[in-house]
């Protein structure tokens, strides 16, 4: 049964930095694709980020290139998310997603998802 977990939101101010982790059971992300999405109040899910061990950091979406970073700790089967200069329009829920794939090619169509954690960003 694969099972992953977002953790680490919070209230940040804007400018501030946070960041986020997603641990699986289940799963191991080394062998594998995981990527980082978030979804705002009234707002499409958005991809921010991916990463495979043969590829490293794959994607960035637009809004966040730049200012978030996502890590890999293998060894912990642990992916992170650092965000930096958040701004008030980074408030969302994100989410780690995960998929049997040694490439980010096809982001967008992950078959495991976390329940997600809320991050505000306050102006």
């Known amino acids: 049964d694969v099972q992953l977990q977002a953790s680490g939101g919070g209230l940040v101010q804007a400018g501030g930095s946070l960041t986020i982790s997603c641990a699986a059971s289940?799963?191991?992300?080394?062998?594998?694709?995981v990527g980082w999405f978030r979804q705002a109040p009234g707002k499409e899910r958005e991809e921010i980020s991916c990463?495979?061990?043969?590829?490293?950091?794959?994607y960035y979406g637009d809004s966040v290139k730049g200012r978030f970073t996502i890590l890999s700790d293998y060894a912990e089967n642990t992916v992170y998310l650092q965000m930096h200069r958040l701004k008030p329009e980074d408030t969302a829920v994100y989410y780690c997603?995960?998929?049997?794939?040694?490439?980010?090619?096809?982001?967008?169509?992950?078959?495991?998802w976390g329940k997600g954690t809320l991050v505000t960003v306050s102006s």
């Open positions: 997603a995960a998929m049997y794939s040694s490439s980010c090619h096809r982001y967008y169509a992950m078959e495991y």
């Open positions: 289940g799963f191991t992300f080394g062998d594998n694709a």
């Open positions: 990463i495979t061990r043969a590829e490293g950091p794959a």
